[in-house]
């Protein structure tokens, strides 16, 4: 063998090894065409998968794409190869087939190989299955779609902004809310925060750098020269494989809220006829003057009432009296010292809370009271002169408490009045003798139940849309051997005060009990409330007693209401756990006094209430007064969207029923109906309802 001999055999040996692994070692498949004039394609060489995969038999080799695929095929192969053959450049596609149920990819690259042997040339085709990538691929493209379908279409803002601060990407949302345009001079994000707020997102976005998430409420950004708004801010960090590469700033508008919160906030607050700070503000302030955290320096309360304003009003109208009342809160709050606070209690009277006084400071701010109501008042081109009798209490001296405080100026005032009117008085714990002696009355107050004295007397409830009567408040009355009836007004807060509210209150639940079980026990079936004291739902075995109750008087829990005041609201903690035990045994529970205590709405959402009692206050006023009106609206409304019943208490007049009505107020009770009625007289009227109704039937 010579050496181009022993060449050629080394040359087909090791062609024979690469037809080998061609053949059994590689998953994709070869095809070698040959390329002959007209640019007519014969198959040179297929490997074992390549004939496997395309369907092909050996005795394809040396047949065209037309002779051995299906036409349609076989012009699309024709193309394709063509077009590698014209242009001499590889090319590669992707081609998509249907197998059983489901498609498979294949990817095929093309390489054009001019004169491998004189006047032979071949085009080579490696072909190799790609669905796992390609499904991968449209898997990510999907993901990033919805992905960007969410942010694109979500109503909270979404900005991306690199470690400098630099905003690189937002929603539509997000361009809304903070007012900017793609081609927006402000480029940072801190470029939109307040001041205030700069140190604090910068925090944040610091911490979200490291991979935390973070939530800022009540940010401000001043999205315009004269727009400021609310943003809650949501920091989550932007991670690409592992790392962090960014921040996402979610955006949520809480101006409209917030302004909202707001003016809810001023209402409660306020008092809706003069815009001074109401009763509420000033048991506010007076808790923070006498907390030792501010002190609890000496200051003096003026309590003040105007002369004869009633005959004012009776002779000018109501809506004169309405107007000369905001002008005189206009003057003292002009002319009281700026430290000073100005109160409406109600009516036409107010109260000037004076800070750092003693008895001199209280005298001059009573002196610069009188010198404002030196120059007369103007009504229809008529002068009127007013006077102010003032009544004086300071602290500590004459009480450690907001009520006693008050009480004892209301006390004083009353002395003005009782001696003349217009000028001003001290309290002196003389003028407590003309009220009951607190140590008697408490004294026969301890043995109130052992002697019989108290009673529930029951005020009906009435469906506005039906007219029925569904339910009954009941209502606590002492009559005592010794001072004859007492009014609530008095002894409930003495019985508070002494604790001994706890053993009233348990009288209360079992004689209502009781009364329910008499009252089944004739075919009358009703609904009770009664009212429960904060003190009563710390105590442990609140809840035990009631159950004890329902129990021994074999009472449907349905049938029994506890009214809670808003005061109690405010320990969330406990009122949850304590109100969501007693929800458990089927006793409804409902808000008493709604709008004038603890204001936070927050509690409607967390306790589990079924009733809003709509506070007396509101309801005398609404006809006179369009902020009480509002009120009362508002509240209806609001209980109905959180599905809530509503009763409105204090109907006196049949224009508020037609008010409550027009607005869809469930339930009313108030003198218009009924006043409340022993429960002899209350039994006698619901067996005659009751016949009445069977009548009707």
């Given amino acids: ?51 496997i995969h395309a369907g092909l038999s050996p005795d394809s080799i040396g047949k065209t794409f037309q002779e051995v695929l299906p036409h349609d095929l076989a012009k699309e192969m024709q193309t394709v190869y063509e077009k590698v053959v014209k242009t001499k450049q590889n090319l590669s ?79 539509d949302s997000a361009k809304k809310i903070l007012q900017f345009h793609d081609n927006s001079q402000k480029n940072f994000l801190h470029e939109y925060l307040d001041t205030n707020d700069k140190e604090e997102v910068a925090k944040a976005v610091e911490r979200t750098k490291n991979g935390e998430i973070t939530v800022i409420s009540d940010v401000k950004c001043k999205v315009s020269p004269t727009k400021v708004k609310t943003i809650q801010f949501k920091t989550v960090p932007i991670m690409v494989n592992g790392d962090v590469v960014g921040v996402y700033v979610i955006l949520r508008d809480e101006t409209e809220k917030v302004e909202k919160a707001e003016k809810i906030e001023y209402m409660t607050l306020h008092d809706h006829l003069t815009g001074l700070w109401n009763r509420k503000a000033l048991l506010e302030d007076l808790q923070k003057n006498m907390s030792p955290s501010n002190g609890q320096h000496p200051f003096a309360l003026l309590y003040m009432d105007l002369d004869r304003f009633k005959h004012i009003n009776d002779a000018f109208g109501h809506k004169k009296g309405d107007s000369l009342l905001r002008e005189i809160a206009d003057r003292l709050v002009k002319f009281v010292h700026s430290e000073m606070k100005v109160y409406r209690q109600g009516g036409d009277e107010f109260i000037i809370l004076v800070p750092a006084a003693g008895m001199k400071e209280a005298e ?137 509210i706890l053993s009233i209150g348990r009288w209360v639940i079992e004689e209502a009990c009781r009364q329910l079980n008499s009252w089944n026990n004739k075919g009358i079936n009703t609904r009770v409330a009664i009212n429960i004291s904060p003190k009563q739902f710390f105590q442990s075995d609140f809840v035990g007693h009631l159950k004890w109750a329902l129990e021994h008087f074999s009472i449907e829990p349905s049938s029994l209401e506890i009214e809670v005041t808003e005061g109690a609201m405010e320990d969330t903690r406990t009122m949850v756990s304590v109100l969501q035990e007693v929800k458990e045994t089927g006793i409804i529970i409902s808000v008493d006094d709604f709008g004038t205590g603890y204001s936070s709405l927050h509690y409607l959402k967390r306790f589990p209430i079924d009733i809003l009692k709509i506070d007396q206050s509101f309801v005398r006023e609404m006809m006179r007064n369009e902020k009480d009106a509002a009120i009362t609206q508002t509240i209806i409304h609001l209980a109905h969207h959180l599905g809530l019943e509503v009763v409105a208490e204090g109907v006196e007049e049949e224009e508020q029923v037609n008010f409550l009505k027009k607005f869809h107020c469930q339930k009313a009770q108030g003198y218009f109906f009924s006043k409340p009625k022993g429960s002899m007289e209350t039994e006698a009227f619901l067996l005659e309802y009751k016949k009445e109704s069977k009548q009707l039937q």
Avoid at 436 to 465: C, F, G, K, T
């Fill in 1 to 51: 063998m010579d050496q181009a001999q022993h060449a050629q055999a080394k040359s087909d040996g090791i062609m024979k090894i690469i037809l080998y692994i061609l053949d059994q070692h590689l998953s994709d498949m070869v095809f070698l065409m040959e390329v002959h004039n007209g640019y007519r394609f014969t198959y040179s060489y297929v490997n074992e998968y390549g004939l």
């Fill in 93 to 171: 596609y992707v081609d998509e087939m249907q197998e059983r149920e489901s498609s498979r990819f294949y990817e095929s690259k093309l390489t054009f190989l001019p004169d491998i042997e004189p006047g032979r040339s071949f085009v080579v085709s490696v072909t190799r299955e790609v669905t796992k990538g390609i499904q991968e691929k449209q898997l990510l493209l999907d993901s990033e779609q919805r992905f960007r379908s969410f942010v694109d279409h979500n109503d909270d803002g979404v900005i991306a902004i690199n470690f400098d601060g630099v905003i690189t990407e937002s929603n």
């Fill in 364 to 500: 001059r701010a009573a002196n610069l009271v009188n010198e404002i109501f030196e120059q007369p008042f103007v009504i229809n081109d008529q002068e009127i002169f007013l006077s102010p009798s003032i009544g004086i209490s300071l602290y500590p001296t004459n009480g450690t408490d907001a009520e006693t405080l008050i009480k004892h100026a209301d006390h004083a005032l009353y002395e003005v009045k009782d001696k003349g009117r217009a000028h001003y008085r001290f309290f002196h714990t003389e003028m407590n003798e003309s009220f009951s002696n607190a140590v008697m009355l408490e004294s026969h107050l301890r043995r109130a139940i052992e002697m019989d004295e108290l009673s529930l007397h029951y005020q009906p409830q009435v469906n506005l849309i039906t007219g029925d009567i569904e339910s009954f408040e009941a209502l606590l009355r002492w009559n005592n051997g010794k001072f004859g009836m007492v009014p609530p007004s008095q002894f409930i807060p003495l019985a508070e005060k002494t604790g001994l």
